[in-house]
């Protein structure tokens, strides 16, 4: 029997995050490689990195540890990332390493200099700041590739289109399929499930997220009865029942919002981009996008803390700008399938730089990427209600393939100065 069938996933977090942390005390943090995904904290960060750190303290014998980006007190935002810790046993609170839990003292540098990267491919400032050995020594993502660490990063793996990260991770271990075990299984194709809206065909499933999801499925103990068709995987899979039932219960969870306020679901999904303005090329500004599971619709008539809030959040962080990309299911308009139809919507607001919110506003109208239909604030049922520092224009998203991946790289062009964006 190998090591790995001996440890249970949650028995290698807790005790990696407690020998790291005691390190980390000791000034042995360099010691460690740090495994992370992005600081939005979704199932497919995290579950890559917790893979990605099993892997490679299994198969290469490194010491390792999983971390999430995500602060303790967010972690209850997410319910589909609660139901899938649930479904392999993983306590949240002994066994996760959340990045506040890393002691690091006023003007002193993160206390580990190795990181590998899952689900992103640029190291978060915090990281590298005051800390000139910061190396980045693997990379496995499916965003746009910024072109760095090809140097230092082995594996470097930026798979572009992949409906998952953690489909890529999954690969790794095809030819190790002994360090594979019915947790990491279920856990990475929970997050391939969410990622790819249940691998449905002709939506953002790639041919390595049905092969990631075909070598995964038959290890995974509730899906047994489907495992005895994996053909169905690429040709119907929408016909695995048992598959589908756990993809329904994700989306149902990951929608469950309502009860949340406007500054927790600004922070659920959030990440944060440091651009260069063209017309203030001598500094950066900071830019939030974060993505939220229900239309404006429902959410600002609902919340009249909304406006508040939002400007609190923008203040907190130092944003220049803030970006709020919706994407829920209109109960309101029934598609062909018969299910509710895709929604998607964006709105910005801009602090402090009107010039900015202009060159921005007028480059989002005319965006063919995104097919974007400016609306008024009346057609959500209220009025703008952000004081005179706060410029802001909302749309409704016709292109409602196009996600946070795709809007990143725009708002960046859009607010950096190239050429051509309104065709890009």
């Known amino acids: 029997m190998s090591s790995s069938s001996r440890t249970s996933l949650s028995s290698f977090l807790r005790e990696s995050k407690a020998a790291y942390l005691a390190d980390v005390k000791e000034g042995r943090g360099r010691e460690w490689t740090v495994v992370m995904g992005n600081e939005a904290g979704d199932l497919d960060s995290i579950a890559s990195a917790m893979a990605y750190a099993w892997y490679t303290s299994r198969v290469n014998s490194d010491t390792t540890v999983s971390l999430t980006q995500t602060p303790r007190a ?23 390493l959340c990045v506040d839990d890393v002691p690091v003292p006023p003007s002193q ?20 700041h005051d800390n000139p050995d910061a190396r980045v020594v693997a990379v496995i993502d499916h965003h746009e590739d910024e072109g760095l660490y090809k140097d230092t990063a082995d594996p470097r793996i930026v798979a572009v289109p992949t409906g998952s990260c953690s489909s890529l991770v999954a690969r790794l271990f095809e030819e190790h399929p002994g360090h594979m075990t019915p947790e990491l299984a279920t856990l990475l194709l929970c997050s391939i499930l969410i990622d790819t809206n249940g691998l449905r065909r002709g939506g953002k499933a790639e041919e390595a997220d049905y092969r990631a999801a075909s070598f995964l499925i ?3 103990h509730a899906l ?16 695995m029942e048992r598959l589908q039932e756990l993809h329904a219960t994700l989306q149902s969870k990951k929608a469950s919002v309502t009860h949340l306020s406007t500054r927790d679901l600004l922070r659920r999904d959030y ?3 440091a651009f260069t303005p063209a017309h203030t090329p001598s500094k950066e500004i900071l830019v939030g996008l974060t993505s939220v599971p229900i239309g404006f619709k429902s959410w600002l008539p609902c919340d009249p803390d909304f406006w508040s809030q939002t400007e609190q959040f923008m203040v907190e962080r130092g944003l220049t700008v803030l970006g709020i990309l919706t994407s829920f299911r209109d109960a309101e308009k029934v598609g062909k399938s018969g299910k509710a139809k895709h929604r998607r919507e964006q709105m910005y607001v801009v602090r402090d730089d009107e010039d900015l919110a202009k060159t921005l506003f007028d480059a989002l109208d005319k965006c063919e990427e995104l097919e974007l239909k400016r609306k ?8 703008k209600g952000f004081g005179p520092a706060f410029r802001t224009r909302i749309w409704k998203q016709k292109n409602v393939a196009a996600t946070r991946k795709t809007t990143a790289p725009l708002v960046k062009a859009i607010i950096e100065g190239r050429r051509g964006v309104a065709n890009l």
């Open 376 to 383: 008024t604030f009346p057609e959500f049922g209220v009025h």
């Open 271 to 273: 990440k944060e981009y």
């Open 109 to 128: 540098p993160f206390p580990s200099s190795r990181f590998a990267l899952v689900d992103h491919n640029r190291l978060h400032p915090r990281f590298s």
């Open 218 to 220: 038959p290890l995974v």
């Open 74 to 96: 967010d972690l209850h935002l997410r319910a589909e990332n609660l139901y899938a810790f649930q479904l392999v046993h993983i306590n949240p609170e002994t066994d996760i």
């Open 224 to 239: 047994q009865n489907d495992a005895q068709s994996p053909g169905l995987v690429r040709q119907a899979p929408e016909a």
